[in-house]
């Protein structure tokens, strides 16, 4: 019964994890692929910080539900029914066996979670050498032309007091946790034993209901002690559930998946834009204006260059005009109507723009060319390279790879 039962918790659990890791993962990206861009100016959104949340937490969280809530599971309803057969079997040595538990469960919960912090503080403790190693191996031909072999194992020795001095005073809390979980395991174990022996004198248990009252109530102990020793794994995982949910539940301020607003496809779009006493400063930069009050029209149909420094606002008003951002005072319109009153997909799919640094996909050029257009015919696709000066450029580069091959 314990093998088959096992099988099907770690097994269902399992599955149940990975389904929810992949759930988790699409619903993240998905969101965050309706987020302004502002978000992602924060520090604290930067990509590489993006990608480790999307796989550091999203793993935490198939851990909290695959392997702590199936242990919690396990301990649970392992302690019912042990305290549940034990009363049944003999309830008198059950109910001393069941009051001595907190300890023992206690002794070997505090133990297990000593052992971690004691872990945790040793790797801080010794980070400070470990550091001053990699940067001598580093810089070894440094150290070996000025011969500080010497003054770097000095430094090196001084860096180990530390550790060794706390290592020193940990192992006292391991020594007494050892033993204070050992000494109660066996003082419990001695107590339902010398209580279970006196109950069999007086002929009120028989030894088959004393030894297995015994065995099925000291094993749940060290169940329950096991799980109440994920506790910290449990904070982790339920920190990383809510900046899960912190992400899932936040409203964008710019989506686009919003289906309000003017339908841009549904009539001409002749291209006249214009900027109304715009003022715009970058949120991770809130103090710093980078337009003040500007005022722009650029009629349909004509060619605009915007000429400054760098950093004077060009790409910025590109990007309002995209509606990457919304100015903080005024207004951006195209064709006598405000942009914020625009459906923002279809708003978008009436501009066409190629940046200073433009990204390319894998893939094909045909299939970067016609990133911005789904149903782009080959027709339009040659067009829009010969416009880009670039066709002739990706015809001499594939006649040169068809010679090579």
Same mark, same amino acid.
């Given at each position: 019964?314990?093998?088959?039962?096992?099988?099907?918790?770690?097994?269902?659990?399992?599955?149940?994890?990975?389904?929810?890791?992949?759930?988790?993962?699409?619903?993240?990206?998905?969101?965050?692929?309706?987020?302004?861009?502002?978000?992602?100016?924060?520090?604290?959104?930067?990509?590489?910080?993006?990608?480790?949340?999307?796989?550091?937490?999203?793993?935490?969280?198939?851990?909290?539900?695959?392997?702590? $809530? /199936?242990?919690? #599971? %396990?301990?649970?309803?392992?302690?019912?029914?042990?305290? !549940?057969?034990?009363? +049944?079997? *003999?309830? @008198?040595?059950?109910?001393?066996?069941?009051?001595?538990?907190?300890?023992?469960?206690?002794?070997?919960?505090?133990?297990?979670?000593?052992?971690?912090? $004691? /872990?945790?503080? #040793? %790797?801080?403790?010794?980070?400070?050498?470990?550091?001053? !190693?990699?940067?001598? +191996?580093? *810089?070894? @031909?440094?150290?070996?032309?000025?011969?500080?072999?010497?003054?770097?194992?000095?430094?090196?020795?001084?860096?180990?007091?530390?550790?060794?001095?706390?290592?020193?005073?940990?192992?006292?809390?391991?020594?007494?946790?050892?033993?204070?979980?050992?000494?109660?395991?066996?003082?419990?174990?001695?107590?339902?034993?010398?209580?279970?022996?006196?109950?069999?004198?007086?002929?009120?248990?028989?030894?088959?209901?004393?030894?297995?009252?015994?065995?099925?109530?000291?094993?749940?102990?060290?169940?329950?002690?096991?799980?109440?020793?994920?506790?910290?794994?449990?904070?982790?995982?339920?920190?990383?559930?809510?900046?899960?949910?912190?992400?899932?539940?936040?409203?964008?301020?710019?989506?686009?998946?919003?289906?309000?607003?003017?339908?841009?496809?549904?009539?001409?779009?002749?291209?006249?834009?214009?900027?109304?006493?715009?003022?715009?400063?970058?949120?991770?930069?809130?103090?710093?204006?980078?337009?003040?009050?500007?005022?722009?029209?650029?009629?349909?149909?004509?060619?605009?260059?915007?000429?400054?420094?760098?950093?004077?606002?060009?790409?910025?008003?590109?990007?309002?005009?995209?509606?990457?951002?919304?100015?903080?005072?005024?207004?951006?319109?195209?064709?006598?109507?405000?942009?914020?009153?625009?459906?923002?997909?279809?708003?978008?799919?009436?501009?066409?723009?190629?940046?200073?640094?433009?990204?390319?996909?894998?893939?094909?050029?045909?299939?970067?060319?016609?990133?911005?257009?789904?149903?782009?015919?080959?027709?339009?696709?040659?067009?829009?390279?010969?416009?880009?000066?670039?066709?002739?450029?990706?015809?001499?580069?594939?006649?040169?790879?068809?010679?090579?091959?």
């Amino acid at each position: 019964f314990n093998f088959f039962t096992n099988v099907l918790q770690h097994y269902n659990f399992a599955v149940m994890g990975e389904k929810l890791t992949k759930r988790v993962r699409e619903k993240l990206l998905e969101k965050l692929m309706t987020f302004e861009i502002g978000w992602f100016d924060r520090d604290e959104n930067a990509s590489a910080a993006i990608c480790a949340r999307i796989s550091t937490e999203a793993n935490m969280v198939r851990s909290l539900v695959g392997d702590r $809530m /199936s242990l919690l #599971a %396990q301990a649970f309803f392992g302690a019912t029914f042990a305290y !549940a057969l034990g009363l +049944v079997l *003999t309830w @008198r040595l059950a109910l001393v066996m069941m009051a001595a538990q907190p300890l023992v469960i206690g002794s070997f919960y505090a133990r297990s979670v000593l052992m971690k912090s $004691m /872990s945790a503080k #040793a %790797q801080i403790a010794q980070k400070e050498g470990s550091q001053l !190693a990699s940067e001598a +191996v580093i *810089t070894h @031909r440094t150290i070996t032309a000025f011969s500080s072999q010497k003054k770097i194992l000095g430094l090196f020795q001084a860096t180990l007091e530390g550790p060794r001095k706390e290592s020193i005073r940990q192992s006292w809390f391991a020594g007494f946790g050892l033993f204070s979980s050992q000494f109660l395991a066996a003082a419990s174990t001695a107590l339902a034993f010398w209580y279970g022996g006196r109950l069999l004198t007086n002929g009120q248990i028989s030894p088959e209901r004393l030894f297995q009252a015994f065995l099925a109530l000291l094993f749940t102990a060290y169940t329950i002690a096991e799980a109440g020793s994920m506790t910290k794994d449990i904070s982790r995982g339920s920190n990383a559930v809510r900046s899960v949910f912190a992400i899932l539940d936040r409203k964008a301020e710019i989506d686009p998946n919003d289906s309000q607003g003017h339908d841009a496809t549904k009539t001409s779009i002749r291209g006249r834009v214009e900027l109304k006493h715009v003022h715009f400063a970058y949120l991770s930069r809130p103090e710093t204006l980078i337009l003040k009050g500007l005022s722009l029209k650029i009629s349909a149909g004509t060619t605009v260059a915007l000429v400054g420094q760098s950093g004077c606002g060009k790409s910025t008003i590109l990007e309002l005009i995209e509606r990457f951002y919304d100015p903080l005072k005024g207004s951006v319109c195209i064709d006598e109507r405000d942009i914020k009153d625009f459906n923002l997909r279809t708003l978008r799919t009436q501009i066409a723009l190629v940046s200073q640094e433009p990204t390319l996909f894998a893939g094909t050029i045909y299939e970067n060319i016609a990133y911005g257009k789904k149903d782009a015919k080959e027709s339009e696709i040659r067009k829009a390279a010969m416009l880009a000066n670039a066709h002739e450029f990706i015809r001499y580069e594939v006649n040169v790879h068809k010679f090579r091959n």
